[in-house]
């Protein structure tokens, strides 16, 4: 799909975390892994007509999130694919991927994350099995990233 989209010149983002594993001999291979498996961003460079032509001419099944209501496609603010690329680029407990509406029914409050990798990031801050967890809600994704509690501080509303 990657290769398709170059061919077409089309930017696009796969969110990726580094992944670690010790081969046959005993040596250890890191190798970028997608963080869910098929999904991308691309970069609205286009007319959305002409971005619907690329998709619909691809070689591969491919689902375009989009609001349920009006059908246009999901867009993200570069604050937000900033955030994204900050969660997956510096999570090495790894995160959990879920559904929006998932996200949405965890009960926490709005945090800002004040030190560390991932500095700047806000979220929801919720509590699963005696950990704690900032929870982003891009598009129709839901993603929950480990964090300490300690370094957020809550945002007022």
Same mark, same amino acid.
């Given at each position: 799909?990657?290769? *398709?989209?170059?061919?077409?010149?089309?930017?696009? +983002?796969?969110?990726?975390?580094?992944?670690?594993?010790?081969?046959?001999?005993?040596?250890?291979?890191?190798? *970028?892994?997608?963080? &869910?498996?098929? =999904?991308? +961003? &691309? %970069? !609205?460079?286009?007319?959305?007509?002409?971005?619907?032509?690329?998709?619909? @001419?691809?070689? +591969?099944p491919v689902r375009v999130y989009s609001h349920l209501d009006s059908h246009e496609y999901f867009e993200l603010t570069g604050a937000e694919l900033m955030e994204l690329r900050l969660i997956? @680029?510096?999570?090495? =407990?790894?995160?959990?991927?879920?559904?929006?509406?998932?996200? @949405?029914? !965890? &009960?926490?409050?709005?945090?800002?994350?004040?030190?560390?990798? =991932? /500095?700047?990031?806000?979220? /929801? =801050?919720? %509590? /699963?099995? /005696?950990? *704690? *967890?900032?929870?982003?809600? +891009?598009?129709?994704?839901?993603?929950?990233?480990?964090?300490? !509690?300690?370094?957020?501080? #809550?945002? #007022? #509303?």
């Amino acid at each position: 799909m990657s290769h *398709y989209l170059e061919g077409q010149g089309v930017t696009h +983002f796969i969110p990726t975390t580094l992944h670690e594993e010790l081969d046959s001999e005993g040596h250890r291979r890191r190798e *970028y892994r997608p963080v &869910v498996h098929n =999904l991308l +961003f &691309v %970069r !609205r460079d286009t007319t959305r007509e002409a971005l619907t032509h690329i998709i619909s @001419d691809c070689p +591969f099944p491919v689902r375009v999130y989009s609001h349920l209501d009006s059908h246009e496609y999901f867009e993200l603010t570069g604050a937000e694919l900033m955030e994204l690329r900050l969660i997956c @680029d510096h999570s090495t =407990l790894g995160i959990q991927v879920m559904t929006s509406h998932e996200a @949405d029914i !965890r &009960v926490g409050r709005m945090v800002k994350v004040t030190h560390g990798p =991932l /500095k700047g990031l806000t979220g /929801k =801050l919720v %509590r /699963k099995n /005696k950990k *704690y *967890y900032v929870v982003k809600t +891009f598009a129709d994704l839901g993603i929950m990233v480990s964090v300490s !509690r300690w370094c957020c501080k #809550e945002m #007022e #509303e």
